[in-house]
């Protein structure tokens, strides 16, 4: 049984403390961390790089919500909250599940099996993945309409709460699969995750620009803007010797 690393996020101590007392009962678990803010949390994740991190939404500072904005790689999240009324919103953010305080120990376990199918999926995947290149064809079909698209047409891919937007031409269609799972089989040479939440095709930048704290701005063909996050923004210059 492989293990599963966990960071817990979350401003109350005695929160925290319940929450440990919950993942004993499950030895695939294993807690390497524990944050009471984002600031911290943001640090120690990206760190860390854990599998897996139990989320509180409302934090003094800033949210859960903007602690997920800020990560390059954000692992799987299950938002561990007292309210309610952020349900919809945490599943834009590509939750795995959202669990209400008090946690009831059943609940608990319904998503810890979810996380277990999660990663086993992961790695079943990474082991048959097959790699794309500019001149291979995927078929796209959004409602009642279907195209067959060379990826070196496509100029962009966009996070859309669980979907991604495809960018080719004059048409952006939706597709269920995380933007991880489609950069992972993208041609390095030609592809570039340029933040969180978008992957851009490197033959069709226009210009790129220094923007402000560190970050770049790559214009791309069609007039659109894309903000290169400051961490990829170093590694842009580096493949590119800027």
């Known amino acids: 049984m492989s293990v599963i690393k966990v960071i817990i996020v979350e401003d109350s101590r005695l929160a925290r403390n319940e929450l440990k007392e919950l993942i004993k009962k499950h030895p695939q678990l294993e807690v390497i961390g524990e944050a009471e803010n984002v600031d911290i949390a943001y640090q120690m994740i990206t ?23 800020m990560l390059e790689e954000v692992p799987i999240t299950v938002f561990t909250t007292a309210f309610d009324e952020y349900a919809i919103k945490s599943f834009e953010y590509n939750a ?57 047409e496509v100029f962009l891919f ?41 992957v851009i095709n490197l033959q069709y930048i226009k210009s790129v620009d220094n923007w402000f704290n560190g970050k770049l701005k790559a214009t791309m063909q069609n007039g659109s803007e894309i903000e290169i996050s400051r961490r990829q923004s170093a590694l842009f210059k580096d493949m590119l010797s800027l």
């Not at 305080?101 to 990663?119: G, L, S, T």
């Open 47 to 69: 760190d860390k790089r854990p599998d897996l991190i139990f989320l509180d939404i409302n934090m003094p500072g800033k949210n859960g919500f903007e602690l997920l904005e």
């Open 158 to 198: 966009e996070i859309v709460g669980n979907y991604t937007r495809v960018y080719f031409k004059d048409c952006k269609p939706l597709i269920y699969k995380s933007l991880n799972q489609i950069e992972e089989r993208l041609p390095q040479h030609l592809f570039f995750r340029a933040n969180r939440q978008q």
């Open 96 to 152: 795995l599940d959202y669990l209400l305080k008090p946690i009831n120990e059943k609940r608990f376990a319904d998503a810890v099996d979810k996380v277990q199918v999660k990663v086993a999926t992961a790695a079943r995947d990474a082991i048959v993945i097959e790699y794309l290149n500019e001149n291979s064809q995927i078929f796209i079909k959004d409602g009642e309409k279907c195209w067959l698209v060379k990826i070196g």
